[in-house]
């Protein structure tokens, strides 16, 4: 079924009578060439490009909820390639072009919206790094433009520029940068991996490894044990619980993200703003709802759930630079299980078990991620070696002294 303005013209006429499941509920096979582990936006994309671009369609994706249940669902939309290291930089551009053509790509409308994202700065130091930044983007062939106070008066009047402790000085914008419905980009990749013939098998858990003689030939699931001749865990913030299964203790941390979402409003914000002098990040959806973030909660956890001091740190991250936020009532909120790595940058790699490979460690970010992710998995899978923008986020990158420390503050999550 393809999706056109006819189509919905024609259903709207004849009583919506037409639409189908958008993707089948099949039962698992005993064999697979390659099952993914996890049914969120990365696990999907890897499976839709495996099938797409590799002609690999004998997949299973199995997730032990139902898809979209995870961060992909959870997440507050952000996508930006404002990336400073060589490392990082050319895999979160890939990324961004392929959001670009992403909803013609798979015929579904994730509203892929490049309103722009700014991010504010407060002092000359920060300035200078935000130049640096911004240089390094356009190097990698990105954009980026460099605000003073008045371009940023002009873009957003209502911040509050004359704070006394936060003076906002300024801002490094990326116009492309913006936001994506995200649970949209679940089921678009479910569908056009299903659409291929890959198996999408939701409430089936992953419960252990099939390990033999050093390579791993399968798992088992709360629904009977599956062979694969390979095997791609994509669990996100369950990376830890999941391999620790297959005996691997990971540089990753899970806490938790919360994210907030106020009344609707009028149209105020004109992409997504970001505080420099703490964490608070901001959007409007079309439904007028403003969306915002903060910090994680700075404690292990593996409940989809926060506590109430980060919701007032949050908040007072966005009085101080837009104290009219203030009047808004907050509608809802919920949180996600983030996997912190402790550079702040992830892993697409293989691991020294043949056969069992590896994706995880998004942070915070990993959303934006979710194209070049699936891009990038499916290309190491079906040939067996690191796609070029992803060759440096391998799992020894530690034990090798080449972290990717994009923000300089070594293994503490709580900063990344
Ligand atoms: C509140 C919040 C705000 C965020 N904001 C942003 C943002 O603005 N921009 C951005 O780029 N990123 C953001 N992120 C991060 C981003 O959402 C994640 O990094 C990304 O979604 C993780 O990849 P995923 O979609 O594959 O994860 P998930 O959707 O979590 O997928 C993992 C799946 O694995 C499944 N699973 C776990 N264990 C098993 C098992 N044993 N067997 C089978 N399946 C299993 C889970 O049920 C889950 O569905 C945010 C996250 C949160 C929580």
Not at 268 to 295: C, E, R
Request: charged share 20%; net charge neutral; aromatic share 10%.
């Amino acid at each position: 079924m393809r999706y056109s303005a006819w189509k919905i013209f024609w259903e709207g006429m004849t009583g919506n009578r037409g639409w189908k499941p958008v993707w089948r509920e099949p039962e698992p096979k005993p064999e697979y060439d390659a099952i993914i582990v996890g049914g969120g936006g990365h696990g999907l994309a890897t499976a839709y490009y495996l099938a797409t671009v590799h002609g690999k369609t004998n997949i299973a994706v199995l997730e032990k909820g139902w898809i979209g249940s995870g961060n992909v669902g959870r997440n507050t939309t952000i996508i930006r390639s404002n990336y400073m290291l060589p490392g990082n930089e050319p895999f979160y551009e890939l990324s961004m072009k392929l959001w670009e053509g992403l909803e013609q790509d798979f015929n579904y409308n994730a509203m892929v919206s490049q309103r722009g994202i700014l991010n504010l700065f407060h002092s000359d130091p920060q300035r200078d790094a935000f130049v640096r930044r911004g240089n390094a983007m356009r190097l990698a062939g990105a954009d980026s433009v460099l605000l003073d106070q008045d371009g940023i008066r002009e873009m957003c009047p209502f911040l509050d520029f004359d704070n006394a402790r936060f003076p906002i000085k300024g801002g490094l914008a990326q116009p492309r940068g913006g936001t994506v419905r995200h649970d949209a980009v679940a089921w678009g990749y479910a569908r056009g991996a299903d659409q291929r013939g890959v198996d999408i098998i939701q409430n089936c858990e992953v419960t252990g490894f099939q390990i033999e003689n050093g390579v791993c030939t399968g798992v088992e699931t709360s629904r009977g044990a599956i062979r694969a001749k390979k095997v791609a865990v994509c669990v996100a913030g369950s990376s830890g619980r999941v391999m620790a299964k297959a005996g691997m203790r990971l540089p990753i941390e899970t806490h938790v993200l919360q994210a907030f979402v106020s009344e609707g409003l009028k149209p105020l914000i004109p992409g997504v703003i970001t505080f420099g002098a703490g964490h608070f990040y901001v959007s409007q959806s079309d439904k007028g709802g403003l969306v915002f973030g903060g910090d994680i909660d700075g404690y292990n956890t593996y409940a989809q759930r926060g506590n109430l001091p980060v919701v007032e740190d949050v908040c007072e991250g966005g009085m101080a630079i837009m104290p009219m936020i203030g009047r808004a009532r907050l509608l809802r909120m919920w949180g996600g299980v983030m996997d912190m790595s402790m550079d702040g940058s992830p892993f697409i790699d293989k691991t020294h078990i043949d056969g069992l490979y590896f994706n995880g460690g998004w942070c915070y970010g990993g959303f934006k991620a979710t194209p070049a992710s699936g891009w990038c998995y499916a290309h190491l899978l079906a040939k067996d070696e690191p796609h070029p923008v992803a060759a440096a986020l391998r799992l020894d990158r530690f034990r090798r002294g080449a972290m990717i420390d994009e923000k300089g503050v070594g293994a503490q999550p709580n900063l990344h």
